[in-house]
Structures are given as structure tokens and as C-alpha cells.
């Protein structure tokens, strides 16, 4: 077997393709777009560039052909402030072969132990992690934009090289065709009606001002919470600009107090079900399948990706008021049937409670993993997040 760095266009197009040869033959399977993958890999794009640094590798067998693939990384912002300095792995993919596998995770640790690391978590993004996060375990079917599918096997791989579980990623589904629980409903109608209190959705004619509402939630949310990073503003805008004629605005969500922004939720339509069509390649011919599918309103599902309320008004219902808006909103564009809220970790069980409060049934289970590279030094899972520090936020660290 021959481990290669993915330095030339015909490596990074062996490293896309090799997804698409291991998931050939499997209906559940999503093929990222090419050029997002790229993306996360160009410093033009990535802005985790500024403080980090990655690298991709593929594997192949004697005959030359590829037989597995993986990435690390490191994030300046975050690795030196675990009890290791700690890396990340990810985009792994390979064939059922053990040895395989751990030259891949061999390749990575070697790596990343050069720079000093001392852990590293996997399998991770090199981006923020509400997309290609986590190790899917339970609940094999086709998953939400972002969220990874994977071969079974992989987790017997993860477990037997010795990594460990950090946390627990769920995955919960509403079907919007059944009504909230009563309860809930009441005291969310109770809250969105208080006097002082305003709820908007999001408009593309305002976007600047919704903008910096995200980011002013988000910072004080979770300020307080081990690991904190504030977001790169560039980063939000350049999704608002390449959701454009994806988003829908009604499903974003902004709650104020007396004019001051203190939560929001962000749901976005889920694009797999029209990329799953599409495996990977956007070029004229699927970028006129993708806009046929969009008229013909493939997509009915929409996914829960990111929610935050600022600590002082955790206890004040926001996040049912929010909910009790956003629904009404997406009964209104019928063909939106369900609605996935990922990902919660288990350390936040606020927000499980919440999920399970208005419905919503567990469906998925990702692990995100560490390994130590020092076999004898404690393992520490994530803490639990404090109660009076919550960010009503599904996916964030």
C-alpha cells in the first residue's frame, strides 16, 4: 500500500472520486458537490486558514488504485485549549480492511504529532461543525445536508485503533403533517404574544442588519462555554450570498427584546434530496436537473441547523416562541413535510429536552471521537454544559 499527499489536480480528483466509487451501489448515499469539497481544502475559501492548517492524503493498493482517503487539520483557535493540544482527522473514507484503515489513522496522527498535537478528534471538518461532523452509528438512512453518511464498518475501525467517544451527536425528526403537544403549543403562543417581546424572519433586502444580529446572539450565548470562537462574519455572508435562491426566508428566525436581538433559528431546505440526484458533479446539465427539482419542489424536508438565545432569556420560553413562529411558517409552503433538528450533543441536554418537547423523535446518532495519542493519559469526555450558560444551539461544540 502507497500513501500519497493530494498535491495535483489528478490526486484531488482521485481523492472526490473515490466517494463515489465506495458508495456506488447504495441508495442512501448523498455525494457532496465537488466544489464544496474543494472549498474546505483552498485558503481562497476556507477562512480556517487563517489560524490552521490541513492536509489530504489518498491510499492505494499495488496496482495503483485507490483504496481509502482521509484529511487532517489543525485549528489554532481551538487546539491548544484542551488538556492536549488536539488535531482533527476527517473525510476518511476506505474499504473494509483494517490495515488499511490504520495506516490512514497512522498517517494523520504522524502528521499532526510534528506539529505538536497531542490528540486528535475525528472524524472532523475543517469548517465549523455543523456540517462533515461526527461518525454516523445508528440510523443508516439518507441524511441532511451536512450531516455524514458512512460505511458501518468504519465505527469497528474508529473504536479498535483507540479512539474513544467524545460525544454523542443526535439527530431528531418532526413530522410537520402531526400537530405539536398540546402543552407546548400553549405556552409557546403564552410567550410569542408578550408585550416587548418581537419575532421576524429573515429578508435578503436586510441581510446585513440579520447579519450582525447572528453574530451579536451567538457571541453572547455562548461566550462563557469551554472552547468558545467567535464566528467569522465573512463566513455568514458568504453563505447568505450562496443560499440565494435556496434560502427560504421564512425559515429563519430572529426573537427581540424591546429591540435588541436574543435568538434566532436557522432552518434550511434540505438540498440533499436533490443532490443525491446529482452525484457530486455540478455541471450545466445538473445545474439545470438542480433548478428543475427546486420548481418542482423536490425537497420536503427542511433541516434545524444552528439556534442560539442569549443566557438571560434561556428561561423565558424564547426557543418555543421561535418554534411556534417557524412552524406556522413552514405549514404555509406545503410540500415541507419534516423537519430534522441536528445536531444535539449530549452534553446539552436543554436542548434534548426541548426536541423531545415539541416531537421530535430520535432518528441519528454520530459519534465524534478523540484519541490520545498518550495511551495512559486520562480520557475526558466533553462537560456538560452549565445551565445557566446554555446556548439554546443545536450542533455548536
Known sequence: MNIIEVVSQSQKQSFLDFARTLYKNDPNFACPLDGEING??????????????????????????????????????????????????????????????????????????????????GPINFGENDNHWGLLVEGFMPQGFGMPYNKAYYKAFFESYGFKVFFEQYSYHL????????????????????????FEHFKFSNSEKYIQDIIEVYNEAWKFHDNFTPIDIEDIRKMAREGKGI???????????????????????????????MNGKLDFWNKLKFFYHLKRKTITRARITIMGVVPRYQRFGIESAIFW????????????????????????????????SVGGVRMKKHHTYRCLFDPKAPFKRIPIIPLENRGSKAFKE
Not at 488535531?87 to 488499511?100: Q, R, V
Not at 410537520?176 to 402543552?183: D, I, N, S, V
Not at 434560502?247 to 440533499?272: L, Q, R, S, T
Not at 452534553?347 to 426541548?354: D, E, G, Q, R, W
Open 40 to 121: 474546505i481544502f483552498d485558503p481562497k475559501e476556507n477562512s480556517f486558514f487563517k489560524h490552521g492548517e490541513a492536509i489530504c492524503w489518498v491510499l492505494t493498493n499495488e496496482a495503483g488504485q485507490v483504496i481509502g482517503r482521509i484529511a487532517a487539520f489543525i485549528n489554532t483557535h481551538k487546539a491548544f485549549s484542551y488538556d492536549q493540544p488536539t488535531g482533527g482527522c476527517g473525510f476518511f473514507e476506505c474499504i473494509e480492511d483494517k490495515d488499511a484503515a490504520f495506516l490512514l489513522f497512522d498517517t494523520a496522527k504522524d502528521w499532526l504529532k510534528e506539529r505538536g498535537m497531542e490528540a486528535m478528534d
Open 175 to 198: 413530522d410537520r403533517t402531526k400537530p405539536f403537544p398540546e402543552r407546548f403549543w400553549k405556552i409557546a403562543e403564552w410567550i410569542a404574544k408578550k408585550p416587548g417581546f418581537e
Open 247 to 277: 434560502i427560504e426566508e421564512e425559515f429563519i428566525w430572529f426573537a427581540y427584546h424591546e429591540g435588541k436581538p436574543i435568538g434566532f433559528f436557522v432552518a434550511m431546505p434540505d438540498i440533499n434530496q436533490i443532490l443525491i440526484k
Open 325 to 356: 413562529h417557524m412552524d406556522k411558517a413552514i405549514k404555509a409552503k406545503k410540500q415541507y413535510t419534516e423537519v430534522e433538528l441536528s445536531w444535539v450533543g449530549d452534553f446539552n441536554p436543554k436542548m434534548i429536552s426541548i426536541y423531545e
